[in-house]
């Protein structure tokens, strides 16, 4: 495929702006998800118990972003900001390959690479889809 068919790649800014937008949302998912988990097992900060909440809290995001994932690539955000995600070569995203998304995605933030990575990618893009094989395109440029 010549470089003249690849679909627009989203301006980094464009893309960070997604993602603070994806943060407020998931901040609302998390606190009604806590407020759940808090109500059904009266839970006041036991240490016993923090590490389940914590996974709860983790599968909650996870849950949040593969849904969207897999169910049109785009979460409200991306709708918003016209970004979709797809597999490198343009299929759908497999559930597959949205978890190690989802993985690379956490490791690369945790270590402060991901988006610095689509200032040096030759296709701009975060070093977390490089890795896992996805890519995010433009819906309108």
Known sequence: MS??????????????????????LLLAVLFIAAFLFVSLTRYTGQPHVRPFFQL????VIAGYYLWFWLHGGQT?????WHIRLEMANGERLTLGRALLRFALGWLCFLLGVGILWAFLDRERQFLHDRLAGTRLVATKP
Do not use: C, F, I
């Open 3 to 24: 470089a003249s068919n690849q679909p627009a790649v989203p301006g980094v800014g464009r893309r960070v702006m997604s993602m603070v937008y994806d943060l407020m």
């Open 56 to 59: 709860y809290l983790l599968g």
């Open 76 to 80: 409200l955000p991306m709708k918003t």
